[in-house]
């Protein structure tokens, strides 16, 4: 084989065909024209006995008789350029040898900068293919992702490919994860994922159409998560994440951190009573049997029903801030019309009122003024009360009578639902179940506000589960800083009392804050009366903080056996001792927290739990955390290694020579896991069945539906729309990340009168402290 880089020749050896090829796009690039293969003949024995090269100018465009009819046609690029290089199989050497040449164009070329935008000069290497998907993955857009790795390469002319080449390799890559339809797209994602996380469980709803209509899944992390912290749970679900519109149903919950974690998703096509139950029943069989004790979500009739089928000794809480929300537009057009009435009232007064001396009017006036505090409630700060204030069911029927004798019948049909499930979000119903201080779905949400931030209604089920993954992950980062913090930082305790000391050794950062809280009300409690085992614990009127009640409470203690209740349900609610308790146990001199009333899931080792399945295994937790930090160790040795050589030729020379013999001996010994697995699971036979799987589409889903050109875009103005136009596409409902130093159920007892707040009731958290 001749030299490679030299000028070619008529009677040049050029190797095989491959090897010719490359030369001439070389050579090509090196003199700024473009090149591209013409035609070949072949022998008896298959093999090109002649093969011609060209320039990409070579030839004319065929006329079309179509011309005219195209509005921006695309740009001539043949030129009847006649340079050409002619090859001719020599079967005494086996080689292809030059047979013609001529290398006189009729057209400018490009000059040395620009060539390597040249077509045969741009091409995206395999090893360049893992670093564009992971830059995908992260969520990088393929503008930055390609000056990121333009930048690493030493410059966009040293990349060997440009943007346009980076984002067609992601269609591509996309097409052909899609290329057995999204059914089948979910099933090969759910088996790369189990050749990853062994304890990985997910379910397909399959119809007799063989149509899946819903999904459920979760990972190892996720089956230990509600191991650890499944007794209350959050079901919410999410629309606009995928394009095939189906709904999100996450099952989230609080870990040990009074943080959001993550025990389970699911892909529902339709939000049926026969949907929610088969998910539900899914998701606890895959987590061993193992049933929440209470259960939060919105008010729809479907999952309550599902709820009552597959949990029935489960408690069932709804949202109070969905609640809130609807009350306020039932209940405060009252207090307009009240408002009305008394500006009439009060203009027939002020005529009234000149007539009369100036003690008359003082009179009038005070009067008025108490008239106006007493309306500033309204009918909603009524509500209010029935919500969060009333301990007592005889209180809340007294008073939700009296409130719905003040609605209109049109409003009946509301008052008679609500009503029915009083004992779903009432306090009075509520305050005796283990609900951990969670009153509504806001937790879900504010995750629903993260998941805003990675999907969108034009995502395929491939790129929704990628997109969904980094949300799991970027929680569970959270978690490990969480973890870390609380580690290197001694939790702050303002009084050296033994009992709050304690405390901050046992539990996590964010429940020993509300245990201190509890222990700062105890230095205003006080023992009223002790009749045998009862306490009665009252609090002083001095206490300006909202949270505490100063409602007395009664507190049986039992020495013996050192159990302790409190009537304010404070444990059997959150699971921490309430000040009354605390007071009485100080009183009998006892300076720590009983052993059965520290529970473990607030603790700083409550991740220590060992969750095993049905099959008795124990569930691990991150089955991929050893590779990773394997990985890890050897970029920290390889990394400083490749800067030091790469400046370098001959060091860089010795390593890579080092580094390609020890990847052969490691194939050669160990074989090459990484393609086992892709041909698993991409060229498995059975991923094609002859009758495949397929998505059940959404009820009125007409996906033939023609697209409307451009001028039909520009639509009329609908009528009160105020000149915009209303979008039919579905969005993420989302709220702000919520503070959790707020208790809703506090806000609403204390200021019950002010419903003018409710219009802003989004910033506030509605968990309990």
Request: neutral net charge; glycine residues 6%; proline residues 3%.
């Given at each position: 084989m001749d030299n490679l880089n030299g000028m070619p020749h008529v009677g040049m050896s050029l190797g095989t065909l491959d090897e010719a090829w490359t030369y001439w796009k070389s050579f090509g690039g090196r003199n700024g024209f473009g090149v591209r293969k013409c035609y070949g003949r072949k022998g008896k024995d298959n093999i090109h006995s002649s093969y011609t090269f060209v320039c990409a100018c070579e030839g004319e465009r065929k006329k079309d008789k179509r011309d005219y009819l195209t509005k921006n046609?695309?740009?001539?690029?043949?030129?009847?350029?006649?340079?050409?290089?002619?090859?001719?199989?020599?079967?005494?050497?086996?080689?292809?040898?030059?047979?013609?040449?001529?290398?006189?164009?009729?057209?400018?070329?490009?000059?040395?900068?620009?060539?390597?935008?040249?077509?045969?000069?741009?091409?995206?290497?395999?090893?360049?293919?893992?670093?564009?998907?992971?830059?995908?993955?992260?969520?990088?857009?393929?503008?930055?992702?390609?000056?990121?790795?333009?930048?690493?390469?030493?410059?966009?002319?040293?990349?060997?490919?440009?943007?346009?080449?980076?984002?067609?390799?992601?269609?591509?890559?996309?097409?052909?994860?899609?290329?057995?339809?999204?059914?089948?797209?979910?099933?090969?994602?759910?088996?790369?994922?189990?050749?990853?996380?062994?304890?990985?469980?997910?379910?397909?709803?399959?119809?007799?159409?063989?149509?899946?209509?819903?999904?459920?899944?979760?990972?190892?992390?996720?089956?230990?998560?509600?191991?650890?912290?499944?007794?209350?749970?959050?079901?919410?679900?999410?629309?606009?994440?995928?394009?095939?519109?189906?709904?999100?149903?996450?099952?989230?919950?609080?870990n040990n951190f009074r943080e959001i974690v993550i025990f389970g998703a699911a892909l529902m096509c339709d939000q049926t009573t026969e949907s929610f139950a088969w998910v539900f029943t899914k998701f606890v069989e895959a987590n061993g049997g193992k049933k929440p004790i209470t259960m939060f979500t919105d008010q729809d009739m479907a999952i309550g029903n599902a709820l009552k089928q597959v949990l029935p000794n489960t408690k069932h809480g709804l949202c109070v801030w969905h609640i809130m929300k609807n009350a306020q537009k039932k209940l405060c057009k009252y207090k307009k019309k009240n408002d009305k009435n008394d500006k009439d009232d009060n203009d027939d007064e002020d005529d009234e009122d000149d007539k009369d001396d100036n003690n008359d009017n003082d009179d009038s006036n005070d009067k008025n003024d108490s008239n106006d505090k007493k309306d500033k409630q309204g009918l909603m700060g009524e509500f209010l009360k029935c919500l969060f204030k009333y301990e007592e069911e005889e209180e809340f029927e007294k008073a939700f009578e009296a409130l719905a004798g003040k609605l209109d019948k049109k409003d009946e049909k509301w008052k008679n639902g609500i009503y029915e499930c009083k004992e779903k979000w009432a306090y009075c119903f509520m305050k005796n179940s283990y609900t951990l201080g969670i009153r509504s779905t806001q937790a879900s949400e504010s995750m629903n506000s993260d998941l805003k931030n990675y999907l969108s209604c034009k995502l395929d089920v491939n790129r929704f589960m990628e997109q969904f993954d980094r949300v799991v992950d970027a929680k569970r980062e959270k978690e490990v800083k969480t973890e870390y913090e609380m580690r290197k930082k001694l939790p702050r305790v303002r009084y050296n009392i033994p009992i709050i000391c304690e405390a901050g050794k046992l539990y996590t950062p964010n429940i020993f804050?509300?245990?201190?809280?509890?222990?700062?009300?105890?230095?205003?409690?006080?023992?009223?009366?002790?009749?045998?085992?009862?306490?009665?614990?009252?609090?002083?009127?001095?206490?300006?903080?909202?949270?505490?009640?100063?409602?007395?409470?009664?507190?049986?203690?039992?020495?013996?056996?050192?159990?302790?209740?409190?009537?304010?349900?404070?444990?059997?609610?959150?699971?921490?001792?309430?000040?009354?308790?605390?007071?009485?146990?100080?009183?009998?001199?006892?300076?720590?927290?009983?052993?059965?009333?520290?529970?473990?899931?607030?603790?700083?080792?409550?991740?220590?739990?060992?969750?095993?399945?049905?099959?008795?295994?124990?569930?691990?937790?991150?089955?991929?955390?050893?590779?990773?930090?394997?990985?890890?160790?050897?970029?920290?040795?390889?990394?400083?290694?490749?800067?030091?050589?790469?400046?370098?030729?001959?060091?860089?020379?010795?390593?890579?020579?080092?580094?390609?013999?020890?990847?052969?001996?490691?194939?050669?010994?160990?074989?090459?896991?990484?393609?086992?697995?892709?041909?698993?699971?991409?060229?498995?036979?059975?991923?094609?069945?002859?009758?495949?799987?397929?998505?059940?589409?959404?009820?009125?889903?007409?996906?033939?539906?023609?697209?409307?050109?451009?001028?039909?875009?520009?639509?009329?103005?609908?009528?009160?729309?105020?000149?915009?136009?209303?979008?039919?596409?579905?969005?993420?409902?989302?709220?702000?990340?919520?503070?959790?130093?707020?208790?809703?159920?506090?806000?609403?007892?204390?200021?019950?009168?002010?419903?003018?707040?409710?219009?802003?009731?989004?910033?506030?958290?509605?968990?309990?402290?």
């Open positions: 046609p695309r740009a001539e690029t043949r030129r009847g350029c006649k340079v050409l290089l002619a090859l001719k199989f020599d079967k005494n050497c086996q080689q292809y040898k030059v047979k013609k040449c001529h290398l006189e164009h009729n057209h400018p070329l490009q000059k040395p900068e620009a060539c390597y935008l040249i077509p045969t000069q741009r091409e995206v290497p395999e090893i360049a293919l893992i670093d564009i998907n992971l830059a995908d993955m992260s969520g990088i857009r393929p503008k930055e992702s390609h000056e990121l790795l333009s930048r690493q390469a030493g410059g966009v002319r040293s990349i060997g490919y440009t943007k346009d080449d980076l984002k067609s390799c992601l269609r591509d890559k996309r097409k052909k994860a899609m290329e057995y339809g999204a059914a089948v797209s979910i099933l090969k994602y759910f088996e790369k994922r189990a050749s990853e996380d062994s304890f990985l469980q997910h379910f397909e709803d399959i119809t007799e159409n063989k149509e899946i209509a819903n999904i459920v899944w979760m990972d190892g992390t996720m089956r230990v998560a509600y191991g650890r912290f499944g007794e209350v749970v959050i079901f919410d679900t999410t629309f606009g994440t995928n394009n095939e519109k189906w709904a999100l149903g996450t099952f989230v919950g609080l804050e509300l245990f201190h809280k509890e222990c700062e009300f105890f230095g205003s409690a006080y023992i009223e009366s002790i009749d045998g085992h009862t306490y009665t614990v009252g609090m002083s009127n001095n206490i300006n903080d909202k949270e505490c009640s100063r409602k007395s409470r009664q507190v049986v203690w039992n020495r013996d056996d050192q159990s302790i209740a409190c009537s304010c349900k404070k444990f059997e609610r959150v699971g921490i001792l309430c000040c009354h308790a605390i007071k009485v146990l100080d009183r009998d001199d006892i300076k720590n927290i009983p052993p059965n009333y520290i529970l473990k899931r607030w603790t700083q080792n409550a991740n220590d739990d060992i969750v095993v399945d049905r099959e008795e295994r124990v569930v691990i937790e991150d089955a991929l955390l050893e590779a990773r930090n394997r990985h890890a160790q050897l970029m920290r040795l390889l990394g400083p290694t490749c800067d030091m050589v790469s400046r370098d030729k001959e060091k860089f020379q010795f390593l890579w020579d080092e580094l390609c013999s020890v990847r052969e001996r490691v194939e050669e010994r160990y074989g090459n896991p990484s393609k086992r697995t892709n041909d698993h699971v991409q060229d498995n036979p059975n991923s094609q069945p002859e009758n495949s799987l397929r998505l059940k589409k959404k009820d009125g889903d007409n996906r033939s539906k023609r697209r409307k050109p451009w001028n039909e875009n520009f639509s009329r103005k609908k009528k009160g729309s105020g000149g915009r136009v209303s979008s039919s596409q579905p969005l993420i409902r989302s709220s702000n990340n919520l503070s959790q130093d707020t208790s809703i159920e506090n806000f609403g007892a204390a200021n019950f009168g002010c419903y003018d707040q409710l219009e802003h009731i989004h910033d506030v958290s509605i968990i309990e402290d």
